[in-house]
């Protein structure tokens, strides 16, 4: 069936650093993929989301291109701040209107100053 | 914000009784549901609901079962607790976005720890 994989944690990172957190997926047909991102006491967000291959979701300074070649959809942000610490997830949707999605396992950013 | 809320924030419980968890929405959309998280795990799906009185297992369903009477609550009953659901419970709703692209958005989350 269909499956994320992530990236394992905890990443700590210092401020300012390149961020970058790996997502693979398995699928059939072409799913549409997300990340959300749960801050601490919080119930997950959506981040940003792509819909096709080749699209790219940004928000926040947050980035994600959606590669069917290599069925990858990693975050990158140029530059964390303190206020990025959380737990990143990256999903996707079956589609075929089954409104289901698929979620990983997260990853724990932890932005030090 | 999508207008969820979720009832109680935090439960303390004894293994064996029984234990509803309440999501309320004020934003009338079909799709609801419920999924719980836990360390080394993430999120898995409960259960969910494709209208009133509709609803389907999830991938960790054993030991729940889910009513939704309305289209704006969306009830959880743990028939009787057990320490295995010690856990945080989410709940989530489907908002459509164009493209048919499922996007959901969640409740705060009820911490529930079960003695």
């Known amino acids: 069936g269909d499956s994320v994989t992530q990236m394992e944690g905890p990443v700590t990172l210092s401020e300012e650093a390149f961020l970058t957190i790996n997502c693979t997926y398995t699928a059939t047909g072409y799913p549409s993929l997300f990340w959300y991102v749960q801050y601490p006491g919080e119930g997950l967000q959506l981040l940003l989301k792509a819909t096709k291959a080749d699209d790219k979701g940004s928000n926040k300074g947050f980035e994600a291109t959606y590669r069917k070649e290599t069925t990858s959809f990693h975050l990158e942000k140029g530059s964390v701040q303190v206020s990025d610490s959380a737990v990143y997830f990256c999903?996707?949707?079956?589609?075929?209107?089954?409104?289901?999605?698929?979620f990983g396992k997260g990853t724990k950013l932890s932005v030090i100053p | 914000d999508a207008g969820i809320t979720q009832s109680p924030r935090h439960k303390v419980t004894e293994t064996g009784t029984p234990v509803t968890l309440r999501c309320h929405q004020t934003?009338?959309?079909?799709?609801m549901y419920w999924y719980r998280q836990d360390p080394g795990h993430g999120l898995r799906l409960i259960h969910y609901?494709?209208?009133?009185?509709?609803?389907d297992k999830g991938e960790v369903s054993d030991g729940y079962s889910v009513s939704r009477s309305k289209t704006e609550d969306f009830l959880l009953t743990l028939e009787s607790a057990t320490s295995s659901q010690t856990s945080v419970y989410f709940c989530?709703?489907?908002?459509?976005?164009?493209?048919?692209?499922?996007?959901?958005?969640f409740g705060p989350g009820t911490r529930l720890t079960v003695l």
């Open positions: 989530a709703i489907s908002r459509i976005a164009s493209g048919a692209v499922n996007e959901q958005f």
């Open positions: 609901s494709y209208g009133v009185k509709d609803t």
């Open positions: 999903a996707l949707d079956y589609g075929a209107g089954s409104y289901q999605l698929t």
């Open positions: 934003e009338n959309h079909r799709y």
